[in-house]
């Protein structure tokens, strides 16, 4: 079992900055790779970014690579998602997930994540 909880979650202008966290417990962090996924009102989850067990393989959905950056801390047991350039189209729910099988790549579809957070909400204003 993982047990992942999200924070960071806010209202913030067009341009703005936010800084997502998710907290992982239940397992061993450095075993599991991590993914952020989104869902807006009436549209499907789709994938943000990901990132591998050692943090040394990383990938990002095209609408935010150059603005949102994922890192994670092994030891602190935490991911994080910094998102710079914010657009009113980024507002959605922000989930955090796990992902506990191994896998050569960063994983982009939500079937490949056996865990999620229970999501917090950010919303960008125009």
């Known amino acids: 079992q993982v047990q992942l909880v999200e924070s960071g979650g806010g209202l913030v202008q067009a341009g703005g900055s936010l800084r997502l966290s998710c907290a992982a417990s239940g397992r061993t962090f450095s075993r599991i790779a991590m993914g952020w996924f989104r869902q807006a009102p009436g549209k499907e989850r789709e994938f943000v970014v990901g990132?591998?067990?050692?943090?040394?393989?990383?990938n990002a959905a095209d609408s935010v690579k150059g603005r949102f950056t994922v890192s994670r801390d092994n030891v602190k047991n935490m991911m994080y998602l910094q998102m710079n350039s914010l657009k009113p189209e980024d507002t959605a729910i922000y989930y955090c997930?796990?992902?506990?099988?191994?896998?050569?790549?960063?994983?982009?579809?939500?079937?490949?994540?056996?865990?999620w957070g229970q999501g917090t909400q950010v919303t960008v204003s125009s």
């Open positions: 990132i591998s067990w050692s943090g040394g393989s990383t």
């Open positions: 997930a796990a992902r506990t099988s191994y896998s050569t790549t960063v994983r982009i579809t939500p079937r490949d994540y056996d865990y």
